[in-house]
């Protein structure tokens, strides 16, 4: 259920960070995703370390020390060091064994699965992220659901993707997408001579910012949507979320925070409770 904009507690903590110098950077590496990735997935993972540490104490009033960060999508773990320099004990998951290795590092620990239905059982871990990778699987919102599932009570989950129709929808086929994905991809290959990496209707989907807002309304009582935020814009573009038509081509990345209650407390706490 969506209930606030920020945390329990007021603007969130994360705010102070979303400043248009990070917007600039962050947006501005996105150029080399292809070309050096190490570069771009590097800046991503300190700004996703932030943004967790800073919600995970927003709602818990605790760092991440001690606690296990599982990644859905994690590809070949870019993201360990940060996190283990938190303190967290960092799991990335990965359904493509050529992704876990495609950088030649290795991460302890790491597990090969599928996001819409992740190896684990539930209540298993402090946080559950995923960072640019809904719009690569064929149903999105399964996968967030599974998120919700292997969190604890208490626990928080970040769900973060690249919106369609922004300006990075299409990842390397755009800005062609705007004509159709299938358009862009074939398009691509003529060009280049190759089919791309993310290939529409296979590797990569449409997936709208309408589509994460209706989630976050429809989300059980017993789970609580901190926040819903255009992950790359600063604190004072985030109305833009608002906004029907507009928000599909300006939020580029749109990032979902949510956690859950104890469902026996959430009963013994209903009204309605015997």
């Given at each position: 259920?969506?209930?606030?904009e920020?945390t329990?507690?007021?603007r969130?903590?994360?705010?102070r960070?979303?400043?248009l110098?990070?917007?600039?950077?962050?947006l501005?590496?996105?150029?080399?995703e292809?070309?050096?990735p190490?570069?771009?997935?590097?800046?991503?993972?300190?700004?996703?370390?932030?943004?967790?540490?800073?919600?995970?104490?927003?709602?818990?009033g605790?760092?991440?020390?001690?606690?296990?960060v599982?990644?859905?999508?994690?590809?070949?773990?870019?993201?360990?060091?940060?996190?283990?320099?938190?303190?967290?004990?960092?799991?990335?998951?990965?359904?493509?064994?050529?992704e876990?290795?495609?950088?030649?590092?290795r991460?302890?620990?790491?597990?090969?699965?599928?996001g819409?239905?992740?190896?684990?059982r539930?209540n298993?871990?402090?946080?559950?992220?995923s960072?640019?990778?809904?719009?690569?699987?064929?149903?999105?919102?399964?996968?967030?659901?599974?998120?919700l599932?292997?969190?604890?009570?208490?626990?928080?989950m970040?769900?973060?993707?690249?919106?369609?129709?922004?300006?990075?929808?299409?990842?390397?086929?755009?800005?062609?997408?705007?004509?159709?994905?299938e358009?862009?991809?074939?398009?691509?290959?003529?060009?280049?001579?190759r089919?791309?990496?993310?290939?529409?209707?296979t590797?990569l989907?449409?997936?709208?910012?309408?589509?994460?807002?209706?989630?976050?309304?429809?989300?059980?009582?017993d789970?609580?949507?901190?926040a819903?935020f255009?992950?790359?814009?600063?604190?004072?573009?985030?109305?833009?979320?608002?906004?029907p038509?507009v928000?599909e081509?300006?939020?580029?990345?749109?990032?979902?925070?949510a956690?859950k209650?104890?469902s026996?407390?959430q009963?013994?706490?209903?009204p309605?409770?015997?």
């Open positions: 259920m969506l209930r606030a920020g329990h507690s007021g969130p903590r994360f705010a960070r979303a400043t110098r990070r917007s600039l950077r962050l501005g590496s996105f150029r080399f292809q070309t050096d190490g570069l771009f997935y590097g800046g991503v993972a300190t700004d996703t370390a932030d943004l967790v540490a800073d919600f995970y104490r927003d709602l818990t605790r760092s991440l020390r001690g606690t296990i599982l990644d859905v999508g994690g590809g070949p773990g870019y993201f360990a060091d940060e996190f283990e320099r938190a303190g967290a004990r960092y799991l990335p998951v990965e359904p493509d064994p050529s876990m290795h495609a950088a030649g590092l991460v302890a620990g790491a597990v090969r699965g599928s819409m239905a992740l190896p684990f539930d298993a871990v402090d946080v559950c992220i960072s640019n990778v809904a719009e690569h699987v064929p149903q999105p919102w399964v996968m967030a659901e599974e998120m599932r292997v969190i604890k009570p208490g626990g928080l970040v769900f973060s993707y690249t919106v369609w129709f922004g300006p990075f929808g299409g990842h390397e086929t755009g800005p062609w997408h705007y004509l159709g994905g358009f862009a991809a074939r398009r691509y290959r003529r060009k280049q001579g089919e791309p990496k993310n290939r529409f209707g590797s989907f449409a997936v709208s910012a309408a589509e994460g807002l209706r989630w976050a309304r429809q989300t059980p009582d789970v609580q949507v901190l819903v255009p992950r790359y814009h600063p604190r004072w573009a985030w109305w833009v979320v608002h906004v038509a928000r081509l300006l939020v580029s990345n749109l990032v979902v925070i956690t209650q104890d026996a407390l009963s013994a706490a209903s309605d409770s015997p």
